[in-house]
């Protein structure tokens, strides 16, 4: 295992549990408006609309979100009569988190902070459109330092395709980063954000392709050290871990999850969990096999998962499956 990893005192993060929470999926790879859910905490976008909003609202406003390649949630948690809400990632366009907001009917200032998973454009790219909608003095953006490197992946023939780069601090005002590398807590304590994933299993790797400008030379980057999760407790059902993409393993991501807050129950496991592409995919039997160990009762694999993992997730654990698309909004 590499050295470097995050670390936290030995003690167990107060987290405190949530009655409820609702998860609405705002940016995904996919969206699928007509194939049956038979889980009665999913309710596909054009149900739970109709059954929040005016039926003249929805003749006039509503609109089908849509799809792109990147990932971005609005999670909301509720206890003891309280709510809160925060962003996790904004998607990879510059509007497409705002539109689908907008077409759904959601306010997107409900958010208390915005959350980013890791430096990759395909996750902030829409973060300076919702900052203005949002338009929030002080607004908490919770980062990590790696976040702000020159970024890059390498091409078969060796040259570099660089990323989009990661907005500066002035770009954000009147919002404010916050950088965090270890765990972090929000929404008076309900909410927290994973901090520097330990990588402890032998077979995920991070993708070697990654790569970051570093004294002016393009630096291997395959860890993505950055790369942290969103982690709360369910009264009686137990934690839900949601990633970006999981750099960091989506096994070594639950685990560290259950390390810091002392609770070995999972209830979900939502987000992208890297397994696409030629140098992920030979994980995807190793990490079918450790979550048929966790056995959450909810696995909404998205993103950057990759058909192939997707496919074999759905098959190993068909009762806890659930194929995400766009606008689907989760009751848990």
Known sequence: MNEKCGRTSGQTIPLREVDAAEIISLIDNSVDFLSTVEREEVKQVRRWVKESRREEWVKEHFRLPMAEHGFSMLIRVFRKGDSHSILFDAGGSSEGVVTNAAGMGLNLSEAEAVVLSHGHYDHFGGLLSVLRV????????????????TRGAADTDGTIRKYQDFPTDNQVGPAKYIRAKKPHLLADNTILVTGEIPRKTDFEKGFPQHRALIDDKWQPDPWI??????????????????????????????????????????????????????????????????????NPKLLVPSHCTGWRGIYAIAEALPFAFICNSVGNLYLL
């Open 134 to 149: 949002v338009n929030k003095e002080g607004l908490p953006i919770i980062v990590h330092e790696d976040m702000f490197k």
């Open 225 to 294: 050290w950055d790369d942290r999760a969103i982690v709360f407790k369910i009264k009686k059902k137990g934690l839900v871990v949601i990633s970006g993409c999981a750099h960091a393993g989506i096994i070594n991501t639950v685990l560290y999850a259950q390390h810091i807050t002392g609770t070995p129950n999972v209830y979900a496991i939502m987000g992208g969990f890297h397994l696409a592409g030629k140098e992920c995919e030979p994980r995807i039997k190793q990490t079918v096999e450790n979550l048929k160990l966790i």
